[in-house]
């Protein structure tokens, strides 16, 4: 019995090595991440989403819709003018209540949107004119704009634009 006992032993350990040198995988991280296809749609509705918010937000700009800017612009916007000024949320709004920033008309020539980290992040660039009052000789005051914006989806605010840089194209 003893010689049986050794014998089936000596048989079993090279099952036993082979049982432990493969190696064991870890558990699989897409048991606990959203799927791919999920997260892309999220971007592509977020996409969507930011680019409605960025031509209603010209028009608040437009029309002065000072409650619509409040919401839109987040309270550590930084707002760069395509001259180089910059503005805090507080002196941006401020400076089309003031007169300063005076818009006619922002047509929206293109605008492209990327969405990320499954629709909470936007970045957002495209082309603008901006029709602003004659100048004092009565000639058309008109700036082609190209620019960048970054909005950040907050859970409780929606989105808000964070960042706004631009820059003054040459007249066609």
Request: glycine share 4%; proline share 6%.
């Amino acid at each position: 019995m003893k010689r049986s006992f050794i014998a089936l032993a000596l048989l079993a350990l090279p099952l036993l090595s082979v049982a432990q040198a493969t190696p064991k995988r870890a558990p699989s991280k897409l048991a606990f991440s959203p799927p791919v296809a999920s997260v892309a749609q999220r971007n592509a509705e977020a996409a969507k989403e930011v680019e409605a918010l960025e031509r209603q937000r010209f028009d608040a700009q437009v029309k002065k819709d000072y409650t619509f800017l409040e919401k839109a612009f987040a309270d550590d916007l930084v707002y760069t003018h395509s001259g180089g000024k910059q503005n805090n949320k507080a002196e941006y709004i401020e400076s089309i209540r003031d007169g300063h920033s005076v818009y006619d008309k922002i047509d929206v020539e293109n605008i492209n949107v990327r969405a990320y980290n499954g629709g909470t992040t936007a970045v957002v660039n495209g082309q603008i004119t901006i029709y602003q009052p004659n100048k004092p000789d009565g000639t058309p005051n008109v700036a082609h704009i190209k620019y960048v914006t970054m909005q950040i989806k907050d859970p409780k605010k929606g989105w808000q634009v964070v960042l706004w840089q631009s820059q003054k194209q040459p007249e066609k």
